[in-house]
């Protein structure tokens, strides 16, 4: 086309030398105008960075830079904020693509996620749990199947599955960790060793059997113990009082490694820029086929053997209930039951495979929480020995049902202020053109709700509440955090509220957190996971002192995926019970 307008120049008697020059100028122009088109366009009335509307990478370079020096997504979410001064800001993390709202006032966010019902899961989340296949969490709110799915699990959060199947196990489970413990502590000689792993193997041992029960006999813990109980002191390598210890990890079944790499999956798909093409092209790889394989065979054995125990009434495992709930709901429909069937399949696979990194992503965070801070360590087994003096007296753990009925409070608040420490980002899209705190925002857009920032573990940034949504301000606000006290500190009195008579009780709602999220589409395992981390954290600290590390071991950096994990986790302990 350029040869052919020079060409029409020439024709018209203008010089070549002049001919080019408007060729090249009108390129220019145009390459410019295109320029111009392709920069970041900001939503109006919502702050942002003005130097990221400058270039067609918009904020990511700044983010690059971040993560490079500190690791941390989520607190540079809750910075833009503050930066800016405002409890709505937008960034541009993609280009070409609308900006990402963020939302750093609590009481919205609240909002947002338990009355709006404009905001939605967003398409690249259910795009991103493909690997889970038909499982609930990929449904839109609104959908029948996003609600039929749920009610096949409503006895799984009930007290009596709690605390008569799930609980006395996680508590076995939480002993054979405390065994292990003793093993390396005691081949460690006084030397740091690293835990995630094994929080990690007692926890994926829980969720299997919340699912299957003892139709599954396959244990992740258990290898690891026989492995140490037949390792020396000699064969330890020697080295520095301060020099981790790397113990051998005992090889896991293929279904138990899968169940890993499952979840690596889902966090690849999530973070690619085209998430259904990324998951069709793992497909059709050999290693995602012999994946597949292995997961129907498992799944095929343990839905034939819950369904026999359906027929028989030996109601027990996550699975059993569920098909009990599915033979109920097919009564009722006047249909026949699907109880062997790949929507069941996927709906039971999913808790295994999510639960158990969420979960022991959890106890390690409390276990370096406690290691650097010893006087909250202290303070935590004082409640213990004072609260069950009987096990104390007979020298003894305490029982499962002695950790379930006696009140802890500031266990309650350990567990709780860790998790305010370690934050998960949730995202909502718009389902149709909304506001938040008066600013517009169209259909389609990505909105996340800041669990690092303003309010939570950053000072807050004021908001006029006359801005608020009629439903916002209609609803009881929740506490607000003293600001006077250093919000990044790890400090769980902050949950702790006295009472007239004097007695000190933990209130759940004393300041704002997000780590369940909330509304409709809060974590629905919440209840069963608190339980497993309140019952080992518990014999983890009756029996253990965990002493300090060295700095270098140390530290509180976090990666962000299906949970925020810790960059380390050692922890060197000190056996300060006899049995």
Request: charged residues 25%; hydrophobic residues 40%; glycine residues 6%.
């Given at each position: 086309?350029?040869?052919?307008?020079?060409?029409?120049?020439?024709?018209?008697?203008?010089?070549?030398?002049?001919?080019?020059?408007?060729?090249?100028?009108?390129?220019?122009?145009?390459?410019?105008?295109?320029?111009?088109?392709?920069?970041?366009?900001?939503?109006?009335?919502?702050?942002?960075?003005?130097?990221?509307?400058?270039?067609?990478?918009?904020?990511?370079?700044?983010?690059?830079?971040?993560?490079?020096?500190?690791?941390?997504?989520?607190?540079?979410?809750?910075?833009?904020?503050?930066?800016?001064?405002?409890?709505?800001?937008?960034?541009?993390?993609?280009?070409?693509?609308?900006?990402?709202?963020?939302?750093?006032?609590?009481?919205?966010?609240?909002?947002?996620?338990?009355?709006?019902?404009?905001?939605?899961?967003?398409?690249?989340?259910?795009?991103?749990?493909?690997?889970?296949?038909?499982?609930?969490?990929?449904?839109?709110?609104?959908?029948?199947?996003?609600?039929?799915?749920?009610?096949?699990?409503?006895?799984?959060?009930?007290p009596k599955f709690l605390n008569t199947y799930f609980g006395p196990f996680s508590y076995s489970k939480g002993l054979d960790l405390v065994k292990l413990f003793e093993l390396k502590s005691t081949l460690a000689n006084g030397r740091p060793f690293r835990v995630r792993e094994d929080f990690a193997r007692?926890?994926?041992?829980?969720?299997?059997?919340?699912?299957?029960?003892?139709?599954?006999?396959?244990?992740?813990?258990?290898?690891?113990?026989?492995?140490?109980?037949?390792?020396?002191?000699?064969?330890?390598?020697?080295?520095?009082?301060?020099?981790?210890?790397?113990?051998?990890?005992?090889?896991?079944?293929?279904?138990?490694?899968?169940?890993?790499?499952?979840?690596?999956?889902?966090?690849?798909?999530?973070?690619?820029?085209?998430?259904?093409?990324?998951?069709?092209?793992?497909?059709?790889?050999?290693?995602?086929?012999?994946?597949?394989?292995?997961?129907?065979?498992v799944m095929s054995a343990q839905l034939r053997k819950a369904a026999e125990n359906v027929r028989k009434g030996k109601i027990k495992s996550a699975l059993d209930h569920m098909m009990m709930r599915e033979q109920a709901a097919a009564i009722k429909q006047g249909r026949e039951p699907r109880l062997i069937?790949?929507?069941?399949?996927?709906?039971?696979?999913?808790?295994?495979?999510?639960?158990?990194?969420?979960?022991?992503?959890?106890?390690?965070?409390?276990?370096?929480?406690?290691?650097?801070?010893?006087?909250?360590?202290?303070?935590?087994?004082?409640?213990?020995?004072?609260?069950?003096?009987?096990?104390?007296?007979?020298?003894?753990?305490?029982?499962?049902?002695?950790?379930?009925?006696?009140?802890?409070?500031?266990?309650?608040?350990?567990?709780?202020?860790?998790?305010?420490?370690?934050?998960?980002?949730?995202?909502?899209?718009?389902?149709?053109?909304?506001?938040?705190?008066?600013?517009?925002?169209?259909?389609?857009?990505?909105?996340?709700?800041?669990?690092?920032?303003?309010?939570?573990?950053?000072?807050?940034?004021?908001?006029?509440?006359?801005?608020?949504?009629?439903?916002?301000?209609?609803?009881?606000?929740?506490?607000?955090?003293?600001?006077?006290?250093?919000?990044?500190?790890?400090?769980?009195?902050?949950?702790?509220?006295t009472k007239e008579d004097g007695s000190v009780e933990f209130d759940a709602t004393a300041g704002p957190q997000l780590g369940f999220g909330m509304g409709t589409r809060q974590c629905w395992g919440r209840r069963l996971a608190q339980l497993a981390i309140r019952t080992v954290i518990a014999l983890v600290?009756?029996?253990?002192?965990?002493?300090?590390?060295?700095?270098?071991?140390?530290?509180?950096?976090?990666?962000?995926?299906?949970?925020?994990?810790?960059?380390?986790?050692?922890?060197?302990?000190?056996?300060?019970?006899?049995?």
């Amino acid at each position: 086309m350029a040869i052919w307008n020079i060409s029409t120049l020439y024709d018209h008697g203008m010089s070549p030398v002049m001919a080019a020059t408007l060729a090249l100028t009108f390129m220019v122009v145009t390459l410019y105008l295109l320029y111009q088109w392709l920069l970041p366009k900001p939503l109006l009335g919502i702050a942002y960075n003005e130097e990221a509307t400058k270039s067609l990478w918009g904020d990511e370079p700044a983010l690059a830079r971040y993560l490079s020096a500190n690791g941390e997504f989520s607190s540079w979410l809750g910075e833009q904020c503050l930066k800016l001064g405002s409890p709505v800001c937008q960034v541009f993390i993609h280009p070409f693509s609308m900006p990402w709202i963020l939302v750093a006032d609590f009481h919205e966010a609240q909002d947002i996620l338990m009355r709006r019902t404009e905001f939605e899961k967003p398409q690249f989340l259910i795009d991103g749990l493909q690997a889970l296949g038909d499982f609930h969490a990929r449904y839109k709110t609104g959908d029948d199947a996003f609600r039929a799915r749920r009610q096949l699990r409503q006895d799984l959060m009930a007290p009596k599955f709690l605390n008569t199947y799930f609980g006395p196990f996680s508590y076995s489970k939480g002993l054979d960790l405390v065994k292990l413990f003793e093993l390396k502590s005691t081949l460690a000689n006084g030397r740091p060793f690293r835990v995630r792993e094994d929080f990690a193997r007692a926890v994926l041992d829980m969720m299997l059997y919340h699912a299957f029960g003892e139709t599954y006999d396959e244990s992740a813990l258990d290898p690891q113990l026989e492995l140490l109980s037949k390792t020396t002191l000699s064969s330890i390598t020697e080295g520095p009082i301060d020099e981790p210890v790397d113990f051998e990890e005992a090889p896991r079944s293929f279904f138990l490694e899968l169940l890993h790499e499952t979840a690596e999956i889902m966090e690849r798909t999530t973070i690619s820029p085209t998430p259904q093409l990324s998951f069709w092209w793992w497909t059709k790889q050999g290693w995602y086929k012999k994946i597949v394989a292995e997961r129907h065979r498992v799944m095929s054995a343990q839905l034939r053997k819950a369904a026999e125990n359906v027929r028989k009434g030996k109601i027990k495992s996550a699975l059993d209930h569920m098909m009990m709930r599915e033979q109920a709901a097919a009564i009722k429909q006047g249909r026949e039951p699907r109880l062997i069937s790949q929507n069941m399949s996927d709906e039971i696979f999913a808790d295994p495979m999510t639960g158990h990194h969420t979960t022991s992503s959890a106890m390690t965070w409390v276990a370096k929480y406690l290691t650097g801070y010893p006087h909250t360590q202290s303070k935590l087994r004082d409640e213990l020995y004072s609260s069950i003096h009987e096990a104390v007296e007979e020298k003894r753990v305490p029982t499962f049902e002695e950790l379930r009925r006696t009140r802890l409070p500031y266990l309650e608040a350990v567990v709780e202020e860790a998790r305010r420490l370690t934050p998960f980002v949730i995202v909502r899209e718009t389902a149709e053109d909304t506001e938040i705190l008066t600013r517009k925002v169209p259909k389609g857009v990505q909105c996340l709700m800041l669990s690092a920032g303003p309010g939570i573990t950053l000072p807050s940034v004021p908001v006029d509440e006359t801005m608020r949504s009629p439903s916002s301000r209609a609803a009881k606000p929740w506490g607000k955090w003293d600001e006077s006290r250093d919000l990044k500190l790890f400090e769980p009195e902050r949950w702790l509220v006295t009472k007239e008579d004097g007695s000190v009780e933990f209130d759940a709602t004393a300041g704002p957190q997000l780590g369940f999220g909330m509304g409709t589409r809060q974590c629905w395992g919440r209840r069963l996971a608190q339980l497993a981390i309140r019952t080992v954290i518990a014999l983890v600290v009756w029996e253990f002192e965990l002493m300090e590390i060295p700095e270098n071991l140390g530290g509180y950096a976090g990666i962000d995926g299906i949970s925020r994990e810790p960059v380390k986790a050692f922890v060197r302990l000190r056996k300060i019970t006899h049995h």
